[in-house]
């Protein structure tokens, strides 16, 4: 098995040591895993409402691992940017830095977190899913500095989670179109994410018509990943995800090495 979207205590909203992490991955049987830690930026000028790790300690830190459980488990460093407009420049500058893996997420519009359960974000559903997925297609043209989207259609989670009837509208679907065509253009992939399942949501991320969508416009590049931010979340879903794909038609799942992807045949 392969995860690669996992946290560690480099994040700020999970506590585990990321060796604890491999040596749970390694208990598992699991040949390969990939830290993607969150940087977060903020648009306020406030500094310290960034979520940002010391990189160079982070990068040190999982190479150290990397060695020492080289015969047992293949450990990888990525992270996962929380993008907004207005911060593009700054991810750029980041993504320069060595990671094998950068995962591109949308976890705030205009400074608000969407997954709040405060009333600041759009109750509406149908207003909010055209507010995040416009959002997401306008960083999606301009930012190229990433491998893979994660949880593209994460907001069905804040709504899920926040007891709001929600569905995948006409309108929405418009723009998630627009999305994967975008992506699939600069051969970028799409993350299945299985922490959905963990939230009481009826399908991974993405839901089924999204991936479907992806897949008939000609996508071929998948990553899996757990999303885990506890031990006991480690590789959660990951086989029947791979299952899943291929039902859907798919061959290959993909990881990535120095910002390459290498196929992994289902």
Do not use: W
């Not at 648009?43 to 300690?57: C, G």
């Not at 399942?197 to 996508?219: A, C, E, T, V, W």
């Not at 506890?230 to 910002?259: M, N, S, V």
């Amino acid at each position: 098995m392969y995860d690669f979207h996992l946290h560690s205590n480099f994040s700020v909203d999970c506590k585990v040591p990321p060796e604890d992490m491999v040596k749970e991955a390694i208990k598992m049987g699991m040949k390969a895993i990939c830290f993607t830690d969150h940087i977060d930026l903020s648009l306020d000028q406030d500094k310290s409402k960034n979520v940002l790790f010391n990189i160079e300690d982070y990068i040190k830190e999982i190479n150290k691992l990397k060695y020492t459980y080289i015969n047992e488990i293949e450990v990888l460093k990525g992270v996962e940017f929380g993008l907004q407009l207005g911060l593009i420049d700054k991810y750029n500058e980041l993504s320069k830095n060595p990671f094998d893996f950068i995962l591109c997420s949308i976890h705030s519009i205009d400074g608000e977190r969407i997954f709040s359960r405060e009333k600041s974000f759009d109750k509406d559903y149908e207003a909010g899913q055209v507010r995040y997925y416009t959002e997401m297609l306008e960083v999606l043209k301009n930012f190229d500095s990433f491998d893979s989207l994660a949880h593209i259609d994460f907001i069905d989670r804040y709504y899920k989670y926040n007891d709001i009837e929600y569905k995948f509208t006409d309108a929405a679907k418009e723009i998630v179109y627009e999305i994967l065509k975008v992506i699939i253009d600069k051969e970028k992939a799409l993350e299945i994410n299985t922490a959905a399942l963990r939230f009481n949501m009826k399908s991974f991320h993405p839901q089924d018509d999204i991936l479907d969508m992806y897949k008939s416009l000609g996508g071929e590049l998948i990553t899996v990943g757990s999303d885990a931010h506890y031990k006991e979340d480690l590789a959660y879903g990951i086989k029947d995800a791979e299952k899943y794909l291929k039902e859907k038609g798919f061959k290959y799942l993909y990881i990535y090495k120095k910002r390459r992807p290498y196929p992994i045949h289902l």
